[in-house]
């Protein structure tokens, strides 16, 4: 009788027709989940969104599908491990959770600099010293930040422009 048979349960599928033990029961890799019962083939398993992982194996909820972390993003669906998240590169940073492409990697401003990777806040940059300015945006170094020419200053921090540098004297 067909009502005697037990499904598979959620995270998890049978290809084994005329199956007599729950063995044959097989896992949906991480990355993947299925959140019914009774699934009779590996790809009922549903891959993760894009910006998130899984490191699960047998998922039966979308919600252990986590979001990559501000400052990282993942491009592709399906992905397996915290790893498979990339940092944002030096000079961006980004505040979005779960994103789903670099293009979330924000430049820091002219004027600052950043020489870390995977930031996840605009207060990460790096203004450039008093005396220096920088006209370039996602500045990667400090190296970036240009000296005012001898006979100028800037008093300020995080200048963007040649313009900020003042003449002695005037």
């Known amino acids: 009788?067909?009502?005697?048979?037990?499904?598979?349960?959620?995270?998890?599928?049978?290809?084994?027709?005329?199956?007599?033990?729950?063995?044959?029961?097989?896992?949906?890799?991480?990355?993947?989940?299925?959140?019914?019962?009774?699934?009779?083939?590996?790809?009922?398993?549903?891959?993760?969104?894009?910006?998130?992982?899984?490191?699960?194996?047998?998922?039966?909820?979308?919600?252990?599908?986590?979001?990559?972390?501000?400052?990282?993003?993942?491009?592709?669906?399906?992905?397996?491990?915290?790893?498979?998240?990339?940092?944002?590169?030096?000079?961006?940073?980004?505040?979005?959770?779960?994103?789903?492409?670099e293009g979330d990697c924000t430049d820091c401003v002219a004027g600052k600099y950043l020489e870390v990777t995977g930031s996840d806040a605009e207060t990460d940059c790096v203004l450039c010293d008093v005396g220096k300015y920088s006209t370039a945006v996602g500045s990667l170094t400090e190296a970036d930040c240009t000296a005012c020419v001898a006979g100028k200053y800037v008093e300020v921090t995080g200048s963007d422009e040649e313009t900020d540098c003042a003449l002695c004297g005037v």
């Open 1 to 101: 009788d067909s009502t005697d048979c037990i499904d598979c349960a959620a995270g998890t599928y049978s290809i084994v027709a005329g199956s007599s033990t729950v063995a044959d029961c097989e896992d949906c890799i991480a990355g993947k989940y299925v959140d019914s019962v009774g699934s009779d083939d590996e790809r009922d398993c549903i891959l993760c969104a894009v910006g998130k992982y899984s490191i699960v194996i047998g998922s039966s909820t979308m919600g252990d599908c986590t979001d990559c972390i501000a400052g990282k993003y993942v491009e592709t669906m399906g992905s397996d491990e915290e790893t498979d998240c990339a940092l944002c590169g030096v000079g961006k940073y980004s505040t979005v959770v779960g994103s789903s492409t």
